[in-house]
């Protein structure tokens, strides 16, 4: 008794190891017990001592991430904002279809998006281009897999200079087809890597994922013996054994979407509303395109003046902007350097255009300077 009595009012003095000793042979009372990291946190919100061992009660994955894995999730750390998009993603909340809109730009203009038409919509496609320029149908290579374009930056270039708003409408189903190809399967990902990614160190799930954790003591007392220090704060055992022993990461949440891609549901979401968006292009072209202009066109495609082309034997160079379908009359920028940084606005007809490439010295470029804001929009 007397012994008793000297324990439970030394029990400030005792080491966390010592504690967790006489915890589990029930010789403290474990309302009496606090227990604290080097940094003199408790988390009391979070820990709780019981008779039989640890509890550990979070909010959310956020939560239990930054407090299990401070070290790698925790505030002011690189993966910081991961721990955020992994609660997203669990959460089934994570906006995969904005993240893919942020890098549709570029994308289109590198010709990335149409890399994911499925085969049906590059066939409608290419039906579409036939009708546009003929000789860009040439891209279109029939292989093992199907259909293929086999220089997809060229042709989104190209598809801009007949429909501005194309890229737009491909992007919108592209990027909704991702976010529910991609969704589910890193919100499994997510509950395999870290659910019950504890388990083999003691900490046991006991209230659904992310929710309610546990450590006996006699599985805290074996992650100190496999450490071999004794003289530590319990609470940094627990993070320091972790930390060195866990390996299962997720990759970088913006990688997460190669690493869940499930291309079946991504193509029953996208290709039929891909196939509709082009036939009504193609209904378009029909309609709207009449074969002089068309011929204009194939022209210009021809010379390669939809880029910056420099003029023979000249210090200008030349890229034109768009083709009135009424007048056919050429708006095109003209200028000094290739990125056509300094340039100015011109206009005038097919003939004397393919003059200025074909027939250097003819015509003097720069004599059909137009001010900008006088083109016909």
């Avoid at 904002?81 to 959460?91: F, G, K, L, V």
């Avoid at 190809?181 to 890193?186: F, I, N, P, R, V």
């Avoid at 095109?332 to 005038?348: A, M, R, V």
């Amino acid at each position: 008794m007397k012994k008793r009595l000297l324990v439970e009012n030394d029990v400030d003095q005792l080491d966390d190891f010592q504690k967790i000793l006489l915890l589990n042979k029930k010789k403290l009372n474990p309302d009496d017990v606090e227990f604290y990291d080097s940094d003199g946190e408790d988390y009391n919100k979070i820990v709780s001592v019981s008779e039989k061992g640890l509890n550990f009660e979070f909010d959310d994955l956020q939560d239990f991430l930054q407090f299990f894995f401070r070290g790698e999730y925790g505030s002011g750390t690189d993966s910081e904002y991961d721990a955020i998009n992994y609660e997203r993603m669990y959460e089934r909340n994570y906006d995969f279809y904005s993240e893919c809109q942020d890098r549709a730009y570029d994308d289109w203009r590198e010709g990335y998006t149409l890399g994911y038409l499925c085969d049906p919509a590059l066939r409608k496609l290419k039906e579409l281009v036939d009708i546009l320029n003929p000789s860009m149908s040439e891209h279109f290579i029939e292989g093992a897999r199907g259909i293929q374009i086999d220089s997809e930056g060229e042709m989104a270039s190209f598809l801009d200079q007949f429909y501005s708003g194309f890229g737009d409408d491909v992007d919108e189903i592209v990027c909704r087809g991702k976010d529910a190809a991609t969704s589910e399967g890193a919100r499994e990902m997510v509950i395999d890597a870290y659910c019950d990614g504890l388990k083999p160190y003691g900490i046991e799930n006991r209230g659904g994922c992310f929710s309610s954790y546990f450590i006996s003591w006699g599985n805290l007392v074996q992650l100190y013996i496999d450490r071999s220090a004794f003289d530590e704060p319990a609470l940094d055992v627990i993070f320091e054994y972790i930390n060195k022993h866990f390996t299962n990461y997720l990759p970088e949440s913006y990688e997460i979407e190669s690493n869940v891609w499930d291309n079946d549901l991504f193509t029953k979401e996208t290709c039929q509303k891909l196939e509709d968006l082009i036939d009504q292009y193609i209904e378009s072209a029909e309609e709207d395109f009449r074969p002089e202009y068309m011929e204009v066109m194939r022209k210009i495609g021809t010379l390669g003046l939809f880029q910056a082309k420099q003029l023979p034997n000249s210090r200008y160079y030349m890229k034109v902007e768009s083709v009135d379908p009424e007048t056919l009359k050429i708006n095109y920028k003209i200028g000094t350097d290739s990125g056509l940084w300094n340039s100015e606005q011109g206009i005038d007809t097919i003939e004397n255009v393919v003059s200025m490439i074909t027939q250097p010295g003819l015509f003097d470029p720069k004599d059909h300077r137009i001010n900008r804001y006088n083109l016909k929009r």
